[in-house]
């Protein structure tokens, strides 16, 4: 059975005769278009782009394909608006990155549960898991760490990392602290961390080599962790709560910025959604602090 998202990616192709530019209308990378094509391709059976360096053409059986593949994007239009007709409430539906506290999604969630004529899905995950639902149409936007680069990308925050640690915590009240001065203390592991590459480099190359004394995919339970004095770790500054210390970690300058992604496909049914508005402004105000 072909896919939805690889009859989107063929007729951009078809659209823009570049493929680079035909992977930005559709919000994903060129890599990731051409395997998508190569997947159709293979699929059908047929070579459907002559390419060469400047340009892609249709070769016969692209052509030919080309005729289904408008008809059959056609129908799914009309039965995705056939089905919004029939249903009184419009599903948004929303990927949210793991990585965000859970009082912040508690309460985004309740502002945007308020909207009417609106059903809301969320499901939870990394970003290397939620950006391939989001590029096959499973998911319509994604809120989570996106690049400054990205197609279809609005932001809604950006914040650096810290040193988490309890706040009976020896060094708690320091407002920063060096690689060496934690080099013999135990510490947690976040597995689910997007900046986890970029900690275990600084801390290597500063010779510190800790005893982990805890490693998760859970914030939650590496909050635990920590107001328990198990050990300290390397949380982005949004975990800031009561029982928690984050001085911050001298020579640590990663930064993310927490926003939104949407699917080309579903960009207009989602655009001005209450429930995606309040989400995202609910998110925007915990931040800020308003």
Same mark, same amino acid.
């Given at each position: 059975?072909?896919?939805?998202?690889?009859?989107?990616?063929?007729?951009?192709?078809?659209?823009?005769?570049?493929?680079?530019?035909?992977?930005?209308?559709?919000?994903?990378?060129?890599?990731?278009?051409?395997?998508?094509?190569?997947?159709?391709?293979?699929?059908?059976?047929?070579?459907?782009?002559?390419?060469?360096?400047?340009?892609?053409?249709?070769?016969?059986?692209?052509?030919?394909?080309?005729?289904?593949?408008?008809?059959?994007?056609?129908?799914?239009?009309?039965?995705?608006?056939?089905?919004?007709?029939?249903?009184?409430?419009?599903?948004? #539906?929303?990927?949210?990155?793991?990585?965000?506290?859970?009082?912040?999604?508690?309460h985004a969630t309740r502002q945007a549960c308020g909207?009417?004529?609106?059903?809301?899905?969320?499901?939870?995950?990394?970003?290397?898991?939620?950006?391939?639902?989001?590029? #096959?149409?499973?998911?319509?936007?994604?809120?989570?760490?996106?690049?400054?680069?990205?197609?279809?990308?609005?932001?809604?925050?950006?914040?650096?990392?810290?040193?988490?640690?309890?706040?009976?915590?020896?060094?708690?009240?320091?407002?920063?602290?060096?690689?060496?001065?934690?080099?013999?203390?135990?510490?947690?592991?976040?597995?689910?961390?997007?900046?986890?590459p970029a900690v275990s480099r600084f801390f290597t190359?500063?010779?510190?080599?800790?005893?982990?004394?805890?490693?998760?995919?859970?914030?939650?339970?590496?909050?635990?962790?920590?107001?328990?004095?198990?050990?300290?770790?390397?949380?982005?500054?949004?975990?800031?709560?009561?029982?928690?210390?984050?001085?911050?970690?001298?020579?640590?300058?990663?930064? #993310?910025?927490?926003?939104?992604?949407?699917?080309?496909?579903?960009?207009?049914?989602?655009?001005?959604?209450?429930?995606?508005?309040?989400?995202?402004?609910?998110?925007?105000?915990k931040a800020t602090g308003s």
């Amino acid at each position: 059975m072909i896919e939805r998202y690889l009859i989107h990616y063929f007729l951009a192709v078809v659209d823009h005769g570049n493929f680079s530019r035909a992977a930005q209308q559709c919000g994903v990378s060129q890599p990731t278009l051409s395997v998508g094509i190569a997947k159709l391709e293979a699929q059908i059976g047929h070579i459907l782009f002559h390419r060469t360096n400047r340009r892609v053409e249709l070769t016969t059986a692209g052509s030919r394909f080309a005729t289904h593949a408008r008809r059959i994007e056609a129908e799914f239009a009309r039965a995705q608006q056939a089905m919004a007709e029939s249903d009184s409430s419009k599903l948004i #539906r929303l990927g949210v990155v793991s990585t965000l506290p859970s009082s912040w999604i508690e309460h985004a969630t309740r502002q945007a549960c308020g909207a009417q004529g609106e059903k809301l899905e969320i499901v939870e995950g990394r970003m290397r898991e939620l950006l391939p639902r989001l590029e #096959r149409g499973r998911i319509d936007v994604v809120i989570g760490v996106i690049d400054n680069e990205a197609h279809g990308r609005e932001a809604l925050f950006e914040e650096g990392y810290a040193l988490a640690m309890s706040d009976t915590h020896p060094l708690a009240h320091r407002a920063q602290l060096e690689a060496e001065e934690v080099a013999g203390m135990d510490m947690i592991v976040r597995r689910n961390c997007e900046a986890l590459p970029a900690v275990s480099r600084f801390f290597t190359q500063r010779g510190v080599r800790p005893f982990f004394a805890a490693r998760t995919v859970n914030d939650d339970r590496a909050i635990a962790f920590i107001r328990a004095g198990l050990g300290i770790t390397v949380m982005p500054r949004c975990f800031a709560q009561a029982g928690v210390a984050m001085p911050a970690l001298a020579g640590f300058e990663q930064r #993310r910025t927490i926003g939104t992604l949407v699917h080309p496909a579903t960009a207009t049914r989602v655009e001005g959604s209450p429930s995606l508005v309040r989400f995202c402004a609910a998110l925007r105000a915990k931040a800020t602090g308003s």
